[in-house]
């Protein structure tokens, strides 16, 4: 079976066709960085627009690279949320008129469940049960997965998520957009240990986590006057090193609590070179194991929702017959249910 993915959840339209028996086919991603590095951030109408230019151009160009006609595709699946209302909406649109057009089902995807599961496209996934450490811009959270659908979360953050906190910090160090990367990169060439910037929760014995604090003590830190822009880069290194050690803290404190001892890592800060070097040798120590998309599908992509999906049709979950167009900006991860007990998936 074959099934093509939509993402338009946010700045990035992602479109994927995965074989239920051959894996993925095709897939193609187009960021608007560019787009809106202008603005400072993402611009929710021109993110929308731009899906809406986008999304016939990548949805061709994926199946001709797949060799694929559009006869050919089985079941179309989309990002219904959580994301940007207006972007979702184009993504959604889409995928219902191209399924009602084809004949075919069409199944509304949770965006987390894709990052999540995108770990099983690698060439050696992890099998469940695992904990998993979902870490991006928009989240960031700890979630025992026992199956497609069956997730518990253990532990979320309580305000800013660690991708945004980088984003914020990274404005305020004068760098561009997108700031996360760029404040990674120039972390690299800083010192560490020049700065006393706090470790939020660290020790509050929870799985929750705070970073926005961490982020008013960088703005208190450029705001002195004695404040030297030459020493951004050991700035930038103090403040990825708070961030890792305490993401990295409330992971294996997860595994300790339910036993397990796999762990997978997706969302955009998953890529993050520091994290996964601090995790994967913690990991070893312990007799674990740490386990990461592959390094393109770190961020939105098509891919993570065509499989989510063909995970979801083989768990006999059918695809809403209606046609109807149906988004949720805000969704919890834990309000879903494991394929064979959801029956057709409408977010409502």
């Known amino acids: 079976m074959k099934v093509l993915g939509i993402e338009t959840s946010c700045d990035e339209t992602g479109v994927a066709l995965y074989d239920t028996e051959d894996g ?3 897939h193609r991603v187009h960021s608007q960085i560019d787009l809106h590095a202008a603005y400072g951030g993402v611009v929710p109408e021109l993110a929308s627009r731009d899906h809406i230019r986008r999304l016939p151009v990548l949805v061709k160009q994926t199946l001709d690279e797949a060799g694929c006609p559009l006869a050919g595709v089985d079941a ?3 990002t219904a949320g959580p994301g940007l209302a207006g972007a979702l909406l184009v993504g959604a649109s889409f995928a219902e008129s191209l399924g009602m057009a084809l004949g ?4 509304p995807i949770h965006h987390l469940e894709g990052h999540l ?3 099983l496209l690698s ?3 992890p099998s469940f049960p695992f904990v998993a450490l979902l870490v991006s811009g928009g989240h960031t959270q700890l979630m025992e997965v026992d199956g497609v659908g069956e997730y518990r979360l253990l532990g979320e953050t309580l305000d800013d998520a660690a991708g945004e906190a980088f984003d914020k910090t990274a404005k305020l160090l004068g760098l561009g957009y997108p700031g996360g990367p760029q404040l990674a990169h120039l972390a690299q060439a800083g010192r560490g240990g020049r700065f ?3 470790r939020p929760m660290l020790h509050s014995g929870d799985l929750d986590f705070s970073f926005s604090g961490l982020k008013t003590a960088v703005l208190n830190v450029v705001s002195d006057p004695a404040w030297q822009k030459a020493d951004s880069a050991d700035l930038a290194a103090d403040f990825q090193d708070a961030v890792v050690e305490v993401l990295c803290a409330k992971a294996l404190r997860a595994l ?6 796999h762990l997978v890592v997706a969302g955009g800060v998953g890529a993050n070179r520091q994290l996964r070097q601090r995790l994967d040798s913690a990991l070893r120590r312990k007799g674990g194991r740490v386990f990461y998309p592959e390094p393109e599908l770190c961020t939105d992509n098509g891919a993570m929702i065509a499989f989510a999906g063909a995970c979801r049709l083989a768990g006999g979950q059918a695809g809403g017959d209606d046609a ?3 988004v949720r900006p805000r969704w919890p991860l834990a309000d879903l249910r494991s394929p064979a007990l959801t029956g057709p998936a409408a977010p409502r």
């Not at 075919?104 to 199944?107: A, D, E, Q, S, T």
């Not at 300790?256 to 001892?261: N, P, Y």
Request: no cysteine.
């Open 123 to 125: 060439a050696d996934p």
């Open 117 to 119: 599961l995108s770990p």
């Open 104 to 107: 075919v089902p069409v199944l």
């Open 76 to 78: 179309v699946a989309y």
């Open 256 to 261: 300790a609590q339910t036993g397990l001892r």
């Open 324 to 326: 109807a167009v149906r």
């Open 196 to 198: 006393r910037l706090p």
């Open 24 to 26: 993925l086919l095709a």
